[in-house]
């Protein structure tokens, strides 16, 4: 029998109406409350918001940019942000896959929200992974300096860079938005950006990167204080092999090439982009004081009135350095550096020098030389500042510490750790012997290459411009230029070997002044072009006593020369200091034609934008006829082709350990080249200054103290401390066909009517080229 239904009462009925309609409320409150969010956060009332202006032009540090003349970067000017923005077009379309597949797979499809990304981080609470857009991320990178750690804070933070991500799509192209993140990413190690990364990570710009390499960089996208390729390579390269995989699963690559490149390891090259290292970093340092007497010129501001920072406006400049011949001189310098080295250490053993590296010092005149570099040094200004008292500054130099110092290892720069009292060091350091060189084409003046020491981090003084030391008798083609242009001489004139004596107060000496031949020969008659070449200094004391020293001062001075010169009659064996720098621009003349040229180190500026902010104005003047520059030129050709250069010429090995470098000349030029070799009193300055008609290059080498030098002329003369930088150079300027170095002759004016041609010399009358008569050494009255 079936049941009654029994009918439910008004009371028992579900009203499931206000249910629906609280739901309604909640769901419309809910939506009215994010849309109030975001309008209070688009208003700026949650948190400061860029305006258009900040958007178009974001405020980030950009470094200044030392570009060569073959268009290479020499290095950058910055404090924290080492960073030099690339456009889109420099960018390798596999990069830019890599970050795609990696980080936001829709990002063409949004408009700087990624809906379903967002819903799937919402439904499953983050756990499936985030939804931030690459328009996102660049907003968080841009305009969020601190992420909070409260969880309220950062959702505010995070509404913000919701708006910002939306505003920049509207601002720029995806292909712009791609470009931002990517120079503004901060990859660690002073990579700032997708350029420095790439260059300070694998050695090479971004658009020569590959696949596995983009792989690598996009990872570090992730965390880059985590997955630091120097510090944690195993986590890196599980990271990059996600990347491999992500592409993978989007069919940017095959399997096969995913396979095999997560196979392989980093492969980094590391090359670290710092003041203190890669190339040309003594050019950098003169640089950096050239571009801040710039910025501080009124001349030179922003269109705000505001001084331009070297640190962060991004400027470009554009120097004359040629970053081949650049190189090309470093290792010069770095080869024949160590080998020479090696015999002066050799002969300063205990055994062999008990006072080394000084010679003729007692003990007392050595502890007043390392007293006065202590007071002279950066660990006293350091401890003074402190507070400390002299006695306890002093008494600190004699306890031992740890330190890294520079050492020559295997032929190569290097570093060792050690314990050392800091007098000990001084020592130390003191008996290295240092370089310096310049290199610049005497027709435009411009600056191909500038070595200013062996080792810009142990060793900072600037040896191109900031040193001065004695020229020795690189110094006597000014006095036979001197002479050319008011006598009329010629290379042919001859003049007798025997000794002068310039007598007292004749032009303002105070003594009577008498020069010694190296040779200790004094019979005979030599010409000037054989006088100059076998560096024969009684008969340069004649063409002195003939014109006067004041006439030689000035025509130094206009070929350059700053400093004062005492004009008195021993300046004809140099016994003026002089710099590198200056001697270069001297020679130079010489060479183009009797017009001096001020050298040339920077030739624009230009700001981020690529407005141009100062162009080079040539400074040249006309210094001597063309007759009598090439008259001097021929005379100093004389001296590589039978004088204290000629070595040059030859392929000759004198010593079976230091062949080739030292007395050994592998050499072979063939080439008409001028030069003067020049070695000062007591070996402690050997000089080479060397010419072919489109390239002047001088080269110094010498210890710290004048105390410390070689012992005999065999090492310690020009020839073999200088003039190997100068031919190893030349050697491999002349091996790059990509530059035009000359090998032609020098032109000859079309009215010489100075005689050049004379016969040739006995060979006898200059000294046989050896390792006792194969010298410019001057005998030097104070």
């Keep these: 029998m079936a049941k009654k239904k029994t009918k439910q009462t008004k009371s028992e009925v579900v009203d499931f109406s206000k249910y629906i309609r609280w739901f309604w409320m909640l769901f419309t409150g809910g939506i009215l409350a994010i849309i109030l969010l975001f309008l209070l956060a688009s208003w700026g009332l949650l948190g400061e918001m860029p305006d258009h202006t900040r958007l178009e032009n974001p405020e980030t540090n950009l470094a200044t940019e030392i570009i060569s003349s073959d268009g290479k970067t020499l290095g950058k000017f910055y404090f924290n942000d080492n960073r030099t923005p690339v456009g889109y077009e420099d960018l390798p379309k596999i990069l830019v896959d890599a970050l795609i597949a990696t980080e936001d797979i829709r990002f063409y499809d949004h408009s700087g929200i990624d809906g379903r990304g967002t819903l799937r981080a919402f439904s499953k609470l983050g756990s499936g992974g985030g939804a931030s857009t690459i328009s996102q991320q660049l907003a968080k990178q841009l305009f969020t300096d601190q992420v909070s750690k409260n969880k309220i804070e950062r959702g505010l933070q995070k509404v913000r860079e919701w708006i910002i991500a939306i505003r920049l799509e509207r601002q720029y192209t995806k292909e712009e938005i791609i470009a931002q993140y990517f120079n503004i990413y901060d990859f660690g190690n002073n990579g700032d950006g997708i350029r420095s990364a790439s260059r300070i990570y694998f050695g090479k710009e971004p658009k020569d990167l590959d696949l596995k390499e983009s792989a690598m960089l996009v990872g570090m996208f992730k965390n880059s204080a985590l997955y630091n390729p120097r510090r944690n390579p195993v986590g890196v390269k599980n990271r990059r092999n996600v990347v491999l995989a992500q592409m993978y699963k989007y069919d940017y690559i095959t399997e096969e090439v995913k396979d095999s490149l997560q196979a392989t390891e980093l492969d980094l090259n590391y090359t670290p982009e710092s003041h203190r290292e890669g190339i040309a970093t003594y050019f950098r340092e003169y640089l950096r004081g050239f571009m801040k007497e710039w910025a501080n010129d009124e001349k030179n501001r922003k269109p705000d009135g505001t001084k331009y920072d070297l640190y962060s406006d991004g400027l470009k400049v554009f120097t004359t350095i040629d970053s081949r011949m650049q190189q090309y001189a470093e290792d010069a310098v770095a080869l024949h550096m160590p080998r020479l080295q090696a015999e002066f250490d050799h002969q300063n053993t205990p055994k062999r020098n008990p006072t080394a590296p000084f010679l003729e010092l007692d003990k007392s005149e050595i502890d007043k030389l390392l007293k006065d570099g202590m007071r002279r040094g950066e660990r006293w200004r350091i401890l003074k500042n402190q507070g400390k008292s002299a006695k306890e500054i002093e008494a600190s130099f004699y306890e031992p510490v740890e330190m890294t110092v520079f050492k020559w290892i295997d032929g190569k720069a290097g570093e060792v750790d050690t314990v050392m009292k800091p007098i ?116 340069t004391a004649r063409l002195m006593n003939e014109i006067g020293p004041q006439p030689v001062v000035d025509m130094a001075k206009n070929l350059g020369v700053e400093q004062d010169i005492l004009a008195v009659p021993a300046i004809a064996l140099g016994t003026a200091d002089i710099s590198v720098y200056e001697m270069v621009a001297a020679y130079s003349t010489f060479a183009n034609k009797g017009v001096y040229n001020k050298p040339v180190m920077v030739t624009r500026i230009e700001d981020k934008n690529g407005t141009v902010l100062y162009q080079v104005a040539p400074e040249s003047k006309d210094v001597l006829s063309e007759e009598v520059a090439y008259v001097a030129v021929n005379l100093m050709e004389g001296v590589t082709n039978a004088g204290s250069g000629r070595r040059l010429r030859h392929k000759w090995a004198t010593d079976a350990v230091y062949k080739e470098i030292i007395t050994g000349y592998p050499y072979e030029f063939d080439n008409p080249i001028a030069g003067k070799t020049g070695t000062t009193q007591n070996q402690s300055d050997g000089w080479f200054m060397g010419m072919v008609p489109n390239l002047v290059t001088g080269v110094w080498v010498g210890a710290e103290d004048r105390a410390a030098h070689f012992r005999t002329i065999t090492y310690g003369q020009g020839a073999s401390m200088a003039l190997p930088i100068w031919a190893l150079y030349m050697k491999a300027c002349y091996a790059d066909e990509t530059l035009d170095v000359s090998k032609g002759e020098f032109e000859e004016p079309e009215e010489l009517s100075i005689n050049v041609d004379c016969e040739a010399v006995d060979e006898g009358d200059l000294g046989a080229d050896s390792k006792t008569k194969d010298d410019d050494n001057v005998d030097i009255d104070f």
């Design 424 to 539: 000990d060091s001084m020592r130390y350091y003191k008996s290295f012997l240092h370089p310096s060189m310049m290199s610049m084409d005497p027709l435009t003046g411009h600056v191909k290459a500038w070595v200013g020491g062996m080792n810009y981090k142990h060793f900072q003084y600037d040896m191109v411009k900031q040193g001065k030391r004695q020229v020795g008798s690189t110094f006597k083609p000014f006095v036979y230029a001197t002479a050319i242009d008011q006598l009329q001489v010629s290379p042919c004139d001859s003049f007798p070997r025997t000794p002068i004596t310039i007598e007292a107060n004749k032009f303002g000496n105070p003594e009577s002044w008498t020069t010694k031949n190296s040779d200790g020969n004094y019979s005979g008659i030599q010409t000037l072009k054989d006088a100059l070449a076998s560096s024969t200094n009684t008969i």
